[in-house]
């Protein structure tokens, strides 16, 4: 019987993907995810009856508004996982930063608009539907890159800006939620460098053994989440459980 639902955000990702393989496991979840593309899921779907697919053109507050609407109705289990997975690092008009030179309006804009306001707006919209006596685990996929102790080899501005954007924010969220919605734990997830498309340029300078399968980030991460105490504050942790400094 299914008694609880996993919710993920962003689901075209390769880490979200493994994150929803790993989930469905569980029989006791209903797992759904929220993409713009979907077509990964097409022969999970096949197998898995618990798996829910929520199409979106895009991440407008409107479109957010729709979602949680269709959540309301669609399922009658607690949502006990939240897996926001949004971020860019590059596209085919963004690429980070090496040098001053290379900051462009347009690509900070749109950086900062997937890797921080987005993972926000789905908070807020979302708030409502979390809030209330069952523990839930709100997980969002930083980076160890938006510590701004921890920087030591600079460049990538828009993207180490956004994740310290994300950072303080999320901070700002345990922060209220210890005060309204004391029910859900907020993490915000160092995965270390995967291989999906995000860190496929990248992937050369990476020594070996620290490129990690999509499918062992998931492991990692949900048994983390599971573990997770509901202590109203914010755990900014990696792919061990290791804490990282701001
Ligand atoms: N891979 C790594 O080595 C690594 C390292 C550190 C941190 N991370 C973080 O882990 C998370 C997942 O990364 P990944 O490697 O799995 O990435 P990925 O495979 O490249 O997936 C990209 C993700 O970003 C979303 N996205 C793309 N453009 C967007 C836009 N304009 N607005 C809103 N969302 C947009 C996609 O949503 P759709 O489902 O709608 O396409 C998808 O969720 C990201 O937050 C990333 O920063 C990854």
């Not at 029989?27 to 593309?37: A, E, F, L, Q, Y």
């Not at 690509?107 to 523990?135: C, D, E, H, Q, R």
């Not at 994740?163 to 919605?181: D, Q, S, V």
């Amino acid at each position: 019987m299914m008694t609880e639902q996993t919710l993920i955000l962003g689901a075209n990702s390769g880490i979200a993907q493994a994150i929803a393989a790993k989930s469905l496991q569980q029989k006791s979840t209903c797992v759904t995810i929220v993409s713009r593309n979907s077509s990964a899921y097409q022969q999970l779907k096949k197998r898995h009856k618990n798996l829910n697919i929520i199409n979106v053109e895009n991440y407008s507050s409107t479109t957010m508004a729709k979602v949680a609407e269709q959540l309301t109705q669609q399922s009658s289990q607690p949502i006990t996982r939240v897996y926001i997975c949004h971020g860019i690092l590059h596209n085919a008009t963004v690429q980070p930063e090496k040098k001053l030179e290379d900051i462009a309006p347009d690509a900070f804009s749109a950086v900062m608009n997937a890797n921080a306001l987005t993972p926000m707006l789905w908070i807020k919209t979302l708030t409502p539907l979390l809030t209330g006596k069952t523990v839930c685990k709100l997980v969002v996929l930083s980076a160890r890159v938006g510590s701004i102790s921890d920087n030591r080899l600079g460049g990538w501005y828009s993207y180490r800006a956004s994740k310290a954007a994300l950072n303080m924010m999320l901070k700002n969220t345990a922060i209220e939620f210890a005060r309204r919605a004391k029910n859900i734990k907020v993490i915000a997830f160092h995965p270390g460098t995967t291989d999906t498309d995000l860190s496929k340029p990248f992937q050369q300078n990476v020594p070996k053994g620290k490129l990690f399968t999509p499918e062992f980030v998931a492991k990692q991460l949900t048994s983390i989440s599971d573990k997770a105490l509901v202590d109203g504050q914010l755990s900014f942790v990696d792919w061990q459980a290791e804490n990282i400094s701001y």
